[in-house]
Nanobody
């Protein structure tokens, strides 16, 4: 059973930065898994923010390109999301997820991900 735990959320002003972390339970995640960050704002559908595929291929949503950076420390089983130049529209609950195996370009559909963290809230004020 994979367990994921996010941390690092908080409240910042527009233009600020936050770094999210997602720790996976030891021994539960393998290099062939997709690892991804999603977010969900009130009244909106959950959307993919960034992902890392089985060969390290990284993809970002257009809305965060150039501002967010996804990375992982495989030895520590930890996924990160560095968020810079934050905007009020980045306000959402952020989730890490994993599950798809062997994908180079990770899927964006939430239904393809089997394991989710509980989420961490990010609030950006103007």
């Amino acid at each position: 059973q994979v367990q994921l735990q996010e941390s690092g959320g908080g409240s910042v002003q527009s233009g600020g930065s936050l770094r999210l972390s997602c720790a996976a339970s030891p021994g539960s995640v393998y290099s062939s898994y997709c690892m991804a960050w999603f977010r969900q704002a009130p009244g909106k559908e959950r959307e993919e923010v960034a992902s890392i595929g089985s060969d390290g291929t990284i993809r970002y949503a257009d809305s965060v390109k150039g501002r967010f950076t996804i990375s992982e420390d495989y030895a520590k089983k930890t996924l990160y999301l560095q968020m810079d130049s934050l905007k009020p529209e980045d306000t959402a609950m952020y989730y890490c997820a994993t599950g798809p195996v062997g994908w180079i370009q990770c899927p964006t559909e939430t239904a393809r991900y089997d394991y989710w963290g509980q989420g961490t809230q990010v609030t950006v004020s103007s």
